[in-house]
């Protein structure tokens, strides 16, 4: 994978923070909230760190969780 690789199936995104006071926060986008399977890595990254640039933390990663069955891809 790299960053032009697909994200495909993702149920949740979580971006991964620091606050001022050196404690990590994980933040869990609405489970709701939409996400475009066809979104590349490199376009999860520029939104995630767009929407921190609204608070005070310091960027740290972004999580893109998945739900996908091993054997619905196997049944294709």
């Not at 869990?28 to 990254?45: E, G």
Request: charged share 15%; with cysteine.
């Amino acid at each position: 994978m790299d960053s032009t690789t697909t994200i495909g199936n993702v149920t949740q995104i979580v971006v991964k923070t620091t606050n001022n006071l050196g404690k990590d926060v994980e933040t869990k986008l609405n489970k709701n909230f939409m996400v475009n399977s066809s979104a590349t890595y490199a376009n999860v990254d520029t939104a995630a760190r767009a929407l921190v640039t609204m608070s005070s933390d310091t960027y740290s990663d972004t999580i893109c969780i998945t739900n996908i069955s091993v054997n619905e891809v196997l049944a294709g």
